[in-house]
């Protein structure tokens, strides 16, 4: 039986993940600080871990300089909620994803009108909510099994447009950072990057001490 180990990234991720190996398991699930909590304080989820992007960078840096990326799967958890983040995610290192919150909208969306405008969406799959007894489990199944089917759809058609086979090709090489700091701590190219044509101010011949028409 698979053995997995989840926990909340924070800046002793390294050794949280010796940990995890020296105990022998299988997989690695990197919980990064946007994830969502029923009963965690305020403070702790607003203000303690490592966003789930660096922290993805992170340890699947640290698995491929060890030399056991291939020994243990990892997993990214923590405020992924569209198909674009589940393909970003691959490329960044992760083998699959672990889905919370998003999967909670999904499936109670189609019966929001239940419970509102009196109550929240989330007192209806929530088990002390005050209409967790009117949620129609099989609807919600289906609509949870429509958004996987979806957001699956939606990442063929992006890895196809990024000339990709399988999902397994996608790469940090098919991303571009927006920002010098995103660029440093992901490893993932600047947009201005070594491929951007650059203009030279002065023609080349006087770049190389020479003017036109003289030799």
């Excluded at 940990?19 to 303690?48: N, R, Y």
């Excluded at 789930?52 to 405020?79: K, N, P």
């Excluded at 909510?129 to 129609?136: C, N, S, T, W």
């Excluded at 030279?200 to 011949?205: A, F, L, Q, T, V």
Aim: glycine residues 10%; aromatic residues 6%.
């Amino acid at each position: 039986v698979p053995i997995s180990y989840k926990f909340a990234a924070s800046h002793y991720l390294e050794e949280e993940i010796e940990l995890a190996l020296a105990a022998g398991v299988d997989v690695i699930v990197i919980d990064g600080a946007e994830a969502g909590t029923h009963a965690g304080q305020p403070l702790l989820a607003d203000a303690f871990g490592l966003p789930t992007m660096h922290a993805l960078v992170r340890a699947a840096d640290y698995l491929e300089a060890t030399g056991v990326r291939d020994q243990v799967s990892l997993i990214a958890a923590g405020g992924l909620f569209s198909p674009d983040h589940f393909l970003k995610a691959l490329a960044l290192g992760a083998d699959a994803m672990y889905l919370g919150t998003v999967c909670l909208l999904a499936i109670v969306h189609p019966q929001i009108a239940t419970a509102l405008p009196w109550e929240p969406p989330t007192s209806l799959a929530y088990a002390i909510g005050e209409y967790q007894h009117k949620l129609d489990i099989n609807k919600g199944a289906l609509a949870l099994a429509r958004f996987f089917q979806s957001s699956v759809a939606e990442m063929i058609v992006g890895a196809r447009a990024l000339g990709r086979a399988s999902f397994k090709e996608l790469s940090k090489g098919d991303l571009v950072a927006l920002d010098g700091r995103t660029a440093r701590l992901t490893g993932v190219q600047l947009v201005r990057g070594p491929t951007a044509l650059e203009r030279p101010s002065k023609p080349s011949s006087v770049r190389r001490g020479r003017r036109h028409g003289l030799h």
